[in-house]
């Protein structure tokens, strides 16, 4: 959730945090200039795109991608790709390019 504001509000979340804690300063209010998305794969599952294709095809949204620990990839998937955009369609059709699975 943390990437996600830091990508949307082109902040660092933690830094404003600290600015409160030690300087009593609040920043903000921030504007939303992304919609951001989250996805991942899993390894069982058979993609129609590989990864290599995956950021060939939308490496100008994904902010980040890497491997989930194995003890967190039951819920969130073996693998994560963290997107970002200005245009929320973009991202729609992304999510759907990395989710494709092969008939």
């Known amino acids: 959730m ?5 990508y949307t509000f ?4 933690y830094a404003a945090w600290a600015d409160m804690v030690v300087k009593d ?3 903000g209010p ?3 200039k992304y919609f951001t998305a989250y996805a991942s794969r899993k390894r069982h599952i058979d993609y129609s795109h ?6 060939a095809a939308h490496r100008d949204k994904i902010v980040h991608h890497q491997p989930i620990e ?4 039951r819920a969130m998937g073996n693998y994560a790709y ?3 955009s200005k245009d929320q369609a973009d991202l729609r059709e992304a999510v759907a390019y990395i ?3 092969k008939a």
């Open 70 to 73: 194995e003890v967190f990839s």
């Open 50 to 55: 590989s990864h290599e294709d995956v950021l």
């Open 10 to 13: 082109d902040i660092d979340v």
């Open 82 to 84: 963290q997107m970002r």
């Open 2 to 6: 943390t990437d996600a504001i830091n």
């Open 99 to 101: 989710h494709a699975e």
């Open 30 to 32: 921030y504007e939303g």
């Open 25 to 27: 300063a609040a920043g």
